[in-house]
């Protein structure tokens, strides 16, 4: 018998990597997404395969799936800094709302809930690495609070589901990802640097550069997401790729490997409190689903302009 997922989110970059997996592993997968940052070409490439459906809806508002669920996925969420500013409000209805909707389905269906939580949920960390019980250092007024709250209710409410309901729960705390399927507009760091690089212009490096990410080729996220959720392990865990890396060695690399005549442009900081540091401490997801991002910066990033590559010659 196929399990069925409803993977809310699904029409995302991460939703994109994700539901394939699924559907390669043999699921029946229902995508629930309102195309807010998720893209048709997505939801139609995934359509190509048997047993993909898809469902236009704002998980803000309650949602009916007929027939067994066994799974309920929620990557749905704007997840770039510039749509903090841009639309704050849906930021934080998604992520209470739309959270609390998708509960109910996996309640009603009692299915098993998987989320993307991310390391936003630390804040500017004063902790270095990041581990899961470090409790974290969020600006409530800052703009970045509307994503970096929402996404720590979120965690609570499934928590207090798991523990009132006895709900089957599974929370990933997603670092840095990046990949093919990034939208070329999106606004994070990956995705400008890269189209900026193949088009000749700037690479716009916000403040000084020396703030650092981790990051990680998607692939290797899919891999522990689809772990945890077929675990009996509830996290949160980490997930990412340890390897530290700042701003600006990031954008020299992306120079480097696009050949690129691109100059480097300084802009202030998006946000005043953009997080300095970030790195995943990795010991706990290791340990328990023996998770080990497998993909060098070197060779992500040369995928990832690949493709690239290829959505700037069809604009
Ligand atoms: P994305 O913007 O590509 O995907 C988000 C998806 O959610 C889109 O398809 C969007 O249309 C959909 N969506 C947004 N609001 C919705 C709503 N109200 N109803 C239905 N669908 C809605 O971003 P992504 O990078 O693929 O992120 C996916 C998830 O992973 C998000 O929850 C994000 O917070 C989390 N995450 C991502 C990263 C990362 O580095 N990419 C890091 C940490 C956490
Ligand atoms: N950044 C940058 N140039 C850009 C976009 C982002 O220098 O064009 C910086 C940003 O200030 C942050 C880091 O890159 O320090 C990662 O930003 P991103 O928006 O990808 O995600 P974040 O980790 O901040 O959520």
């Known amino acids: ?21 699924l559907l390669n592993e043999g699921f029946h997968v229902i995508i629930v997404d309102n195309l807010a940052t998720g893209t048709h070409r997505n939801v139609n490439d995934l359509l190509q395969e048997d047993y993909c459906e898809f469902v236009e809806h704002d998980v803000c508002e309650s ?13 749905a969420c704007p997840a770039s800094p510039v749509d903090f500013s841009r639309i704050p409000v849906e930021i934080m209805r998604v992520c209470s709302e739309g959270t609390y909707n998708l509960l109910e389905l996996a309640l009603h269906k009692r299915a098993d809930f998987l989320q993307a939580s991310t390391s936003e949920i630390y804040g500017d960390p004063e902790v270095h690495p990041q581990h899961e019980d470090y409790t974290g250092n969020v600006n409530i007024a800052g703009p970045r609070a509307v994503y970096d ?27 840095n990802t990046y990949g093919p399927r990034m939208r070329p507009d999106d606004g ?16 716009t490096l916000y403040g000084d550069g020396e703030q650092t990410r981790s990051f990680c080729y998607v692939d290797d996220l899919v891999e522990g997401l689809f772990r945890l959720m077929t675990s009996e392990l ?7 790729n340890s390897v530290e890396t700042s701003v600006k060695e990031l954008a020299d690399k992306v120079i480097e490997l696009s050949g690129s005549s691109s100059e480097i442009e300084h802009r202030p900081l998006l946000h005043p409190d953009d997080p300095k540091r970030r790195r995943p401490a990795l010991d706990r997801v290791r340990e328990a689903l023996g998770y080990e991002p497998t993909t060098d910066l070197t060779t992500g990033l040369t995928q990832t302009l690949e493709w690239f590559r290829q959505v700037v010659s069809e604009q």
């Open 1 to 21: 018998m196929r399990s069925t997922a409803v993977v809310a989110g699904g029409a995302g970059f991460i939703g994109y990597a994700f539901v394939s997996r």
């Open 63 to 75: 949602l009916a799936i007929s027939g067994p669920v066994d799974y309920v996925v929620n990557l």
């Open 149 to 175: 709250e929402g996404k720590r209710y979120a965690e609570t409410l499934i928590h207090t589901y798991h523990r009132e309901f006895d709900m089957p729960m599974h929370i990933a705390r997603i670092f």
């Open 188 to 203: 994070r760091v990956v995705s400008n640097f890269c189209v900026q690089a193949l088009t000749g212009q700037p690479l």
């Open 234 to 240: 509830a996290g949160p865990f980490n997930m990412g």
